[in-house]
């Protein structure tokens, strides 16, 4: 049975949720990522301040109430390494002559089979690939839905395929 509000005891609630915690934050973000020790602790820091400030109200479980911090600190792990990856500089490699060719001829290759698609599946990936607008924005800019935008993707990326196995 779980304790009340009133008996909890911020060292079994470590010794009791931390391993659980760190099971979590390992699955979603990777064991191999150096920050995932961070971000438990992190998570157990706020744990515990929402405790200390009386945040749990006691309506859910003590197990329910980490289990949300936990998502939702997982999920801004995530969205925080996306952005700083998105926006990262991309490293300049100096190409040999032969792989500058071979990516020249590779770019021309795929914008030919580009050219083979109907301009509806041109049109999508123009605007989600190069342009970089997100589903929802290019499902405003097309007049469909967000849904209709992924479809028409993953459509167009299955006939490139064909295309370029031909």
């Known amino acids: 049975m779980e304790k009340r509000k009133s008996d909890l005891n911020t060292e079994e609630i ?3 949720y931390r391993p659980i915690v760190s099971f979590r934050v390992k699955k979603s973000i990777g064991a191999h990522t150096p920050d995932w020790e961070d971000v ?3 998570i157990m820091v706020n744990v515990l301040e929402k405790l200390k400030k009386g945040e749990f109200r006691g309506e859910s479980s003590i197990g329910t109430f980490i289990y949300t911090i936990t998502s939702r600190r997982i999920i801004d792990y995530i969205r925080q390494k996306s952005k700083v990856l998105k926006h990262a500089p991309e490293s300049n490699p ?3 002559p032969q792989d500058q060719i071979e990516d020249k001829e590779r770019a021309e290759w795929i914008a030919k089979a580009i050219e083979k698609l109907k301009p509806k599946y041109k049109e999508v990936l123009y605007l ?3 342009q970089e ?3 929802e924005e290019v499902a405003k800019r097309l007049n469909i839905t967000s849904r209709r935008v992924s ?8 006939l490139l395929r064909k295309v370029m196995k031909s």
């Open 14 to 16: 470590v010794d009791k």
């Open 94 to 96: 100096y190409l040999s």
């Open 40 to 42: 438990v602790n992190e």
């Open 133 to 135: 607008l997100s589903r």
């Open 151 to 158: 479809e028409r993707v993953n459509y167009a990326q299955k």
């Open 128 to 130: 989600y690939y190069y």
